[in-house]
């Protein structure tokens, strides 16, 4: 690619990444749980590309209001604040970070192996994810979440599949144009295939496997704050209707769109 074209990506990029960061204190203030004597599952995040870490401050704001039991993880994978493009197209990085991911799940689980752990991961944080997934051993994650997935979809996510217990649920949409569309033109995908993105349209194969749920964006949903775009499934009315009962304990199979 040109010089001048990784410049034109950059710029347009950065110019739609959200703001509203967490500080570094005020994170540690809300890494620690709000009933943890009673805390029966934990949710690790891999947020997307530039650190900003609002899925991570979206559902840990939703968990307190709740009051639910779920302890909230943050993985910083980042190569740091405002780095887009470095997150973006160093995929050998995401996928390191996501062994990271796997080895601290582990000790998690070794820590409190009665508590459900689910891993949930935006855009970029999605390849982190599922090199998480990937490395880890068949029943040690109950669920994982993928919400508009920086991953081609015809990336293979069987083996991903069979580390999970209950399924890995995708959250996409085909009105995802500019992150998912224009840079994917630009720059191809995280995992390096010139194609569309499975956070657009889902992961083409295998469409019918028992433990893949896919979810496209459906207009009713902009009543719950998702206009289809890309960070439209981590809005809070949304996560609460659609996410966060996918990480209660009791939480039955969702029959969500394929």
């Given at each position: 690619m040109c010089r001048w074209q990784r410049s034109l990506t950059w710029i347009a990029l950065a110019s739609l990444a959200p703001t509203g960061c967490v500080s570094v204190e005020s994170r540690r203030c809300e890494l620690m749980s709000p009933h943890p004597a009673n805390i029966t599952s934990a949710v690790f995040i891999a947020d997307g590309a530039g650190n900003y870490q609002l899925l991570s401050k979206a559902l840990r704001n939703l968990v307190q209001q709740e009051g639910k039991p779920i302890d909230v993880v943050t993985h910083e994978w980042s190569h740091g604040k405002h780095r887009i493009l470095a997150d973006y197209l160093h995929h050998a990085h995401a996928r390191d970070q996501g062994k990271k991911l796997a080895e601290r799940v582990r000790e998690y689980r070794a820590l409190y192996p009665d508590r459900d752990v689910h891993l949930i991961g935006h855009s970029a944080g999605a390849v982190v994810v599922v090199a998480a997934l990937e490395e880890l051993e068949p029943g040690v994650v109950d669920r994982a979440v993928l919400l508009a997935p920086a991953l081609s979809a015809e990336y293979d996510v069987q083996p991903a599949l069979a580390s999970v217990k209950q399924g890995v649920h995708v959250f996409c949409?085909?009105?995802?144009?500019?992150?998912?569309?224009?840079?994917t033109a630009m720059l191809g995908t995280p995992d390096h295939r010139w194609t569309a993105m499975a956070g657009?349209?889902?992961?083409?194969?295998?469409?019918?496997?028992p433990k893949l749920f896919q979810r496209l964006w459906r207009p009713v949903d902009v009543t719950l704050g998702n206009n289809g775009g890309h960070f439209g499934a981590y809005q809070p009315e949304y996560l609460r209707t659609h996410v966060l009962p996918l990480f209660e304990p009791s939480a039955a199979f969702q029959s969500l769109t394929r």
């Amino acid at each position: 690619m040109c010089r001048w074209q990784r410049s034109l990506t950059w710029i347009a990029l950065a110019s739609l990444a959200p703001t509203g960061c967490v500080s570094v204190e005020s994170r540690r203030c809300e890494l620690m749980s709000p009933h943890p004597a009673n805390i029966t599952s934990a949710v690790f995040i891999a947020d997307g590309a530039g650190n900003y870490q609002l899925l991570s401050k979206a559902l840990r704001n939703l968990v307190q209001q709740e009051g639910k039991p779920i302890d909230v993880v943050t993985h910083e994978w980042s190569h740091g604040k405002h780095r887009i493009l470095a997150d973006y197209l160093h995929h050998a990085h995401a996928r390191d970070q996501g062994k990271k991911l796997a080895e601290r799940v582990r000790e998690y689980r070794a820590l409190y192996p009665d508590r459900d752990v689910h891993l949930i991961g935006h855009s970029a944080g999605a390849v982190v994810v599922v090199a998480a997934l990937e490395e880890l051993e068949p029943g040690v994650v109950d669920r994982a979440v993928l919400l508009a997935p920086a991953l081609s979809a015809e990336y293979d996510v069987q083996p991903a599949l069979a580390s999970v217990k209950q399924g890995v649920h995708v959250f996409c949409s085909p009105y995802d144009y500019v992150i998912l569309g224009f840079a994917t033109a630009m720059l191809g995908t995280p995992d390096h295939r010139w194609t569309a993105m499975a956070g657009r349209m889902g992961f083409r194969e295998p469409r019918q496997h028992p433990k893949l749920f896919q979810r496209l964006w459906r207009p009713v949903d902009v009543t719950l704050g998702n206009n289809g775009g890309h960070f439209g499934a981590y809005q809070p009315e949304y996560l609460r209707t659609h996410v966060l009962p996918l990480f209660e304990p009791s939480a039955a199979f969702q029959s969500l769109t394929r």
